[in-house]
């Protein structure tokens, strides 16, 4: 079987560490290397959390996958400045310290593995899309090598950090508005709207406790800290990206023209969709609802399969 090569590009925290351990384990899937990104915390933190999940599974730089260091602020300044890093968020990951170092700068690295690469790239960005948007500044021509954009980020009705905008796009609008215009052939946004119709609750938990190998109990224990944030079923944003490429399935997906909101202050990194799909704006797909029974049964089949 041919695997597709994949980059993710992410503010690790407890979602983005499930998304990082479907990346690296599915066998449909080359997991090439993890950009770390500002966003939930520091890059510093998503750096080291980001290596902290590939080490525990075997997966980290011995066995070929780095993690390169990106960006720690947006591309251009906000409306309004906003820190690097949440307070209402452990900055750890509870993981073992990593074995592995950081690999070289994630904006560097991006452009050059895109520049080399010999098929087509799934770009899977699930933080702020600060990384991506720097390396299309560095060289627009990058764009040809992505087979596939698969975002998360936006949000058609569901409220994200404010009524009208979800957290990645809200953290970076101008480095969102750069992504979504700069010419990628195939682009998906996974909304709010889908990943919070799919929500886990301690069942699930319990299920992949239940698997028994590492990267369930790992999963398990990162799906229980969000739900106690939550204070009961809590989505599971980030692998919803990762699950849309080897099950697309799963989603219920529109078509639209999307713009980002970067003037308006009480609007502020909203995404506004028309139905109309206008061509010289760029048409993406839009995921607003996901089957949460094939999503739990993805992750359990993929996290409970013995490593290698």
């Known amino acids: 079987m041919t695997r597709t090569p994949v980059i993710l590009d992410c503010d690790t925290g407890t979602d983005d560490a499930v998304a990082i351990l479907l990346a690296a384990l599915h066998p449909a899937l080359d997991l090439l290397g993890v950009c770390a990104v500002w966003g939930n915390h520091d890059v510093r933190h998503t750096t080291e959390n980001s290596l902290r999940v590939l080490d525990v599974i075997g997966r980290g730089a011995a066995a070929g996958t780095g993690v390169h260091p990106g960006r720690n602020g947006p591309v251009r300044p906000r409306l309004s400045p906003l820190p690097s890093g949440r307070d209402d968020l452990e900055p750890t990951l509870p993981l073992p310290a990593p074995t592995s170092e950081p690999a070289g700068d994630a904006v560097e690295w991006l452009v050059e593995t895109l520049r080399a690469a010999t098929q087509p790239v799934a770009l899977v960005p699930t933080g702020p ?17 992505v087979g596939r954009l698969v975002v998360l980020g936006g949000t058609h009705r569901q409220a994200g950090v404010t ?24 682009v ?44 009961g079923a809590a989505p599971l944003h980030d692998p919803l990206a990762v699950a849309a490429l080897v099950a697309p399935e799963l989603l219920t997906v529109l078509r639209a023209s999307v713009e980002v909101e970067r003037a308006d ?37 993929v996290l409970g399969r013995p490593l290698d």
């Open 129 to 145: 899309l600060t990384n991506v948007a720097a390396a299309v500044a560095a060289d627009p021509r990058v764009t040809a090598a």
């Open 188 to 231: 998906l946004l996974v909304t709010m709207d889908a990943t919070f119709s799919a929500p886990f609750t301690e069942v699930e938990v319990a299920r992949l406790r239940a698997l028994g190998t590492t990267a369930a109990s790992a999963a398990a224990d990162l799906v229980e800290q969000r739900i106690g944030y939550y204070g």
């Open 163 to 186: 009524p009208y905008a979800e957290r990645n796009v809200w953290c970076d609008p101008e480095a969102a508005h750069d992504v979504l215009t700069a010419g990628f052939r195939d």
């Open 265 to 301: 202050a009480t609007t502020y990194g909203a995404t506004r969709f028309r139905a109309e799909a206008d061509e010289r704006q760029g048409a993406v797909a839009v995921a607003v609802a996901a089957d949460r029974d094939r999503y739990v049964d993805l992750l359990c089949d």
